[in-house]
């Protein structure tokens, strides 16, 4: 399917009122497309791997390159959680990415991760490169990722190939004396710079004694069902785990109450964190049902990106690679930033 193909099936989809409910997903140099509406599922064009499938998403588009604001105390310290106060002001939009880690060792051996801090493979550290060549183009001002190294390294990995080339800085901030011997003294220095804030509460749903187990043995002892209803159910945990509810009442609080106002103040933000606290995440931007995220997957090393725009969270996809011109994931704002990098750099 070529790219041409590619929004011509979208211009049709939109013009049947469908594309405020669909999923658009690309592959790089591989397009296709999935519309999943409720109980619907389209799939258009193919794919070499089933990468990623998810919901439903709803309104228009258009996001800003904001550059973060730096504190005089703390300069590469977090942004106020200050929105928008000026009424003359347009209202802020903001790209939101968000990944799921690449794969890691515990992936490739199929066992249950949770909170256990398993690094990536050679294969995730790929993916994490891959999934930064396919966010280049894409402004970020604030880098969130969980306490666990997976999603530190893929946060890393993926902005070595940013196009903008500003410096992912790790925020110290567990005590006085840590956050003082952190500080940067060059206001030159600090404008190139993206604070990373790490957060445990975006980690991992806690699998419980279901951690360090094998997933295909499991399900022989436990049966498949028993087993998906662990893995994939909103309520029910693991032995001794969070359910999928229990983890978004952490991760879904800590993006309203940290997240949400850098958005909203048109800080454009990556999160890299975990199948499951994504899922969490993502019932909540796209209003999913508790039955509706039971059938929500998140593949490894796969950006996805937000518009957020009054308030409201629109889906564009999953980014192609930067080499693709005219991708529909660029939105006028953020085509002109891309513009500006090419500017820039030539
Ligand atoms: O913690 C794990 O084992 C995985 O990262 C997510 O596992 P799941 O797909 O079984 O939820």
């Not at 499991?218 to 498949?224: H, L």
Request: net charge positive; with cysteine.
């Amino acid at each position: 399917m070529t790219a041409t193909t590619f929004h011509q099936a979208i211009s049709t989809l939109q013009s049947h009122g469908y594309v405020s409910n669909s999923v658009l997903h690309q592959e790089c140099g591989n397009i296709s497309m999935k519309l999943i509406t409720r109980g619907v599922r389209l799939e258009i064009g193919s794919s070499q791997r089933e990468r990623h499938c998810s919901r439903k998403t709803s309104g228009s588009i258009q996001a800003s390159s904001s550059s973060y604001q730096t504190s005089e105390s703390n300069p590469i310290s977090i942004p106020s959680n200050g929105t928008n106060k000026d009424p003359s002001k347009k209202p802020s939009e903001a790209a939101l990415i968000l990944i799921r880690h690449g794969e890691s060792l515990w992936n490739e051996k199929n066992l249950f991760t949770g909170c256990v801090d398993v690094p990536l493979t050679k294969k995730g550290v790929e993916e994490a490169v891959e999934a930064g060549k396919r966010i280049s183009n894409i402004p970020i001002d604030m880098i969130y990722t969980s306490s666990l190294i997976r999603a530190q390294m893929t946060a890393m990995l993926a902005m070595t190939q940013h196009r903008r080339k500003k410096v992912p800085i790790v925020m110290h901030d567990e005590n006085e004396q840590a956050k003082a011997w952190s500080q940067i003294f060059s206001e030159e220095t600090k404008k190139q710079c993206i604070p990373v804030v790490t957060a445990w509460q975006l980690n991992e749903r806690m699998y419980g004694e279901l951690q360090g187990l094998n997933k295909q043995e499991t399900a022989d002892k436990y049966g498949k069902e028993q087993v998906h209803e662990w893995r994939r159910s909103y309520d029910i945990p693991p032995p001794n785990g969070e359910s999928l509810e229990m983890c978004a009442e952490r991760a879904v609080a800590y993006f309203k109450e940290q997240i949400e106002p850098q958005l909203q103040a048109g800080k454009n933000v990556m999160i890299a964190a975990h199948g499951n606290s994504l899922r969490s995440i993502i019932m909540y931007l796209d209003k999913l049902t508790s039955q509706e995220v039971i059938s929500l997957e998140l593949s490894t090393g796969i950006p996805m990106l937000y518009i957020v725009k009054e308030g409201k969270y629109i889906r564009r996809g999953s980014p192609a690679a930067p080499t693709e011109a005219g991708v529909y994931a660029y939105t006028k704002n953020l085509a002109k930033y891309r513009q500006k990098l090419d500017e820039m750099l030539h």
